[in-house]
């Protein structure tokens, strides 16, 4: 397995693999990898012929008092991850590199950059789509992989892959929990013990909405009620929103319909945490 520390780097990489006929897969990180990530490498290895991950910590999608500084960072385990995921090279570049001095362009990510996770972190998807934009130019992927458990951040991705017209497939793939059901997160590892018990809320109010919506329930209110009821069993949870949505455009919707997005995102202490449900 390679590490990769420049872009050159790695366009010459991506071009030499196209050149010699084959795919390329790009996997975005921030490091600190865990089953989640592993099972995007997998993911990506069973449809790419060959593939990079890339493992940065991108501070343009860190708020001021958020946890940029502190955000785990394990380099080592990370590569012996993916190198046992069969991961054919690691891009692993300093900020410099990244965001080179005098550096003024970003990627606005629009309406949709206030909606859910963006609506309390102002900027955070405008750091999210300047990164992933960045990483698209570099690696010239022809597919790239992310998670549900992020659905917002896809929303965006998908828009600013069509508007700006990335000739790659952007494949999402399924949210991976715990054997309690907790979705895995590298934020996980902030959490204390009582915390991390209190956190299975925020599953457990998922998989009812999705429940409830199974059993034949439409009422946008009902099913945001039923989860916080849940919620707020848990004294150590703090809601930051509980929303009903298009998965395209992140507008609410009047009724819930299959393959509307139901999204829960809440502080457990000091930690903040997302999961979700693709309903129907």
Do not use: D, M
């Given at each position: 397995m390679q590490i990769l520390r420049s872009v050159r780097e790695l366009r010459t990489w991506s071009r030499t693999q196209r050149a010699a006929g084959k795919t390329v897969g790009l996997v975005p990180t921030m490091g600190a990898l865990h089953a989640g990530h592993a099972s995007l490498m997998r993911a990506a290895v069973a449809s790419c012929d060959r593939v990079v991950v890339s493992i940065f910590v991108n501070p343009t999608?860190?708020?001021?008092n958020e946890d940029f500084d502190r955000y785990p960072r394990t380099f080592e385990a990370d590569c012996k991850l993916a190198e046992e995921a069969d991961v054919a090279a690691i891009f692993a570049p300093a900020v410099e590199e990244i965001y080179t001095a005098g550096a003024e362009t970003y990627v606005d990510a629009g309406a949709l950059?206030?909606?859910l996770d963006g609506g309390s972190r102002p900027?955070?998807?405008r750091g999210v789509a300047t990164i992933v934009a960045k990483l698209f130019i570099a690696a010239e992927p022809d597919r790239a992989f992310f998670g549900q458990k992020d659905a917002a951040q896809v929303a965006v991705l998908r828009r600013m892959t069509r508007d700006?017209?990335?000739?790659?497939e952007l494949v999402v793939c399924p949210i991976v929990r715990e054997a309690d059901g907790l979705a895995l997160s590298s934020r996980n590892a902030y959490l204390s013990a009582e915390e991390r018990r209190q956190?299975?809320?925020?599953?457990?109010?998922?998989?009812f909405v999705a429940a409830l919506f199974a059993e034949g329930e439409r009422s946008p209110e009902a099913l945001?009620?039923?989860?916080?009821?849940?919620l707020a069993t848990a004294p150590a949870v703090r809601v930051d929103y509980i929303e009903l949505v298009d998965w395209n455009t992140l507008e609410p919707l009047g009724?819930?319909?299959?393959?509307?997005?139901f999204a829960v995102a809440a502080w457990v202490g000091a930690t903040?945490?997302?999961d979700n449900t693709v309903l129907g």
């Open positions: 999608q860190f708020g001021p950059s206030s909606k900027g955070h998807f700006l017209g990335f000739a790659l956190a299975l809320t925020l599953s457990r109010a998922v998989h945001r009620e039923a989860a916080r009821g849940i009724a819930a319909t299959p393959g509307a997005l903040r945490l997302i």
